[in-house]
């Protein structure tokens, strides 16, 4: 039990799954989870323990941006074991090829500064995925032939954004997208020796301003899940 985990020794699994939203955490756990049971919900943080093709497997929220994220992956990791780490969420489309509901399974993660910056000071440190998990993605999602895109997002440290000028530098420079936690989740993987990828679902355009309802949010985003899973245990 930790000051943000409630959780109590041997709850949670070594794979986790980090969803930024507790309650697509807990959509998450009860459809793709064999017996999931609520391991927290320490200030309305969810998290589910359960299995996946008899494996056991943790879906964990992360909440909003990089600083909430790290509380818990440094959490996870130090204090509970977590080994394998994938975020699955959404994220903005920066590239015209790129089409909602297209999977994004991010290799590399650009920032501007992260909590990590303090570590580094004038290191420009380039955070990116575990090769055999982003391999595992890339297959997985061939397979069962879900639109994708592999290669570098930016993690965004404000959601309000008023810098056209860096989203057009980020498209120019081959950017996918956006979102709002993937560097931070690589930068502390590298740090503690663990396996981390981020799997994403386009919701919204940022070139053409066209934005999935909340209410297909959820059904767009299994075959990211599923292709996170096949990732972790492929």
């Known amino acids: 039990m930790t000051v943000h985990i409630g959780a109590n020794p041997g709850d ?44 056991p497997v943790t879906i964990h929220g992360s909440g909003m941006g990089m600083p909430s994220l790290s509380i818990y992956v440094n959490e996870l990791i130090r204090d509970f074991g977590a080994r394998t780490l994938i975020r699955i969420g959404s994220t903005g489309a920066m590239q015209e090829r790129v089409k909602l509901r297209d999977v994004i399974i991010a290799m590399t993660a650009s920032t501007i500064s992260t909590p990590s910056s303090g570590i580094f000071r004038e290191l420009q440190f380039a955070p990116c995925a575990d090769w055999s998990l982003l391999k595992a993605a890339a297959s997985s999602a061939e397979s069962r032939s879900v639109p994708h895109h592999v290669g570098g997002i930016y993690s965004s440290d404000v959601f309000y954004d008023e810098r056209p000028d860096l989203n057009e530098l980020m498209t120019r420079h081959g950017i996918l997208a956006v979102e709002m936690e993937t560097a931070e989740l690589y930068n502390l993987a590298a740090r503690h020796g663990r396996r ?13 301003g066209e934005s999935l309802p909340s209410s297909e949010r959820e059904k767009s985003f299994g075959d990211m899940i599923e292709i996170a899973l096949d990732a972790a245990f492929g």
């Open 196 to 208: 981390a990828l981020s799997v994403l679902t386009v919701s919204d355009h940022l070139l053409t």
């Open 12 to 55: 949670i699994a070594e794979t986790v799954l980090l969803p930024g939203d507790p309650y697509r955490a807990k959509w998450a756990a009860e459809n793709f989870l064999t017996s999931p049971r609520l391991v927290n919900e320490v200030r309305g943080m969810l998290g589910f323990t359960g299995t996946w093709k008899g494996n």
